[in-house]
């Protein structure tokens, strides 16, 4: 156990890219189903439309809180059509579920995606008895990761305390809260090793890549 996390005993994970590589694709069928979706409510060009995205996801941590807080769009009908994606590129990963196992204490989920999404990726993965609990968008009211009131509540729901806690995250902007709430943050994924962000405790190309180094 690295030393500067042998004090850890809650570990929490985010969902997407996070828990499984990057390669298997899944957010860009995702985020080809939310381009689709701007198109059609908004009526603008694609280009306008992705513009408009972007900035929705710059100014309010996803493209969703963009749609409820503008266009009166109903979170459950977006949610259940961008993430009715293909899981076939994504397989059970036996060795990182031992690893994600054998961690010392609890393990949760803190993901911005909804709880359909997270239970049938978690039961797709063997990974829905890993974890002592999953913190979803619906819990969070539909407010994002970074927000600090979103991480604030994921802690009082799951008494977690962040003196104690560590979280894994593909997103560096994620983590900004998270350690200023006194976590350990850990950025994983393919852009982590050339991130220069002073809220990055650690970094790694891989969740599994990272977890086989601490044990």
Do not use: C
């Not at 996803?62 to 293909?86: C, K, Q, R, W």
């Not at 990726?121 to 974890?131: E, I, K, Q, T, Y």
């Not at 407010?143 to 997103?171: C, G, N, R, Y």
């Amino acid at each position: 156990m690295i030393a500067a996390l042998a004090h850890i005993d809650t570990w929490i994970f985010d969902l997407d890219q996070t828990l499984y590589p990057h390669e298997a694709n899944i957010m860009s069928q995702v985020e080809e189903k939310m381009a689709a979706y701007m198109i059609r409510e908004t009526g603008l060009p694609p280009l306008e439309a992705a513009r408009l995205r972007d900035q929705y996801l710059h100014e309010h941590g996803t493209t969703l809180a963009g749609l409820v807080a503008y266009h009166n769009i109903d979170p459950y009908s977006f949610l259940n059509e961008v993430h009715d994606v293909s899981l076939d590129t994504l397989a059970p990963d036996e060795d990182l579920n031992r690893l994600i196992h054998d961690l010392p204490g609890r393990k949760l989920v803190f993901t911005n995606g909804d709880e359909r999404h997270a239970i049938r990726l978690l039961a797709h993965m063997d990974m829905a008895d890993l974890f002592h609990g999953v913190f979803h968008l619906e819990h969070a009211n539909w407010i994002p990761k970074p927000a600090l009131a979103t991480f604030e509540k994921m802690m009082a729901v799951h008494a977690v305390h962040p003196e104690t806690a560590a979280f894994f995250e593909d997103s560096s902007k994620n983590l900004k809260p998270a350690q200023a709430l006194g976590m350990k943050t850990i950025l994983v994924g393919p852009t982590a090793l050339t991130n220069g962000d002073s809220h990055v405790d650690f970094r790694s190309p891989s969740l599994k890549a990272f977890l086989s180094a601490l044990t």
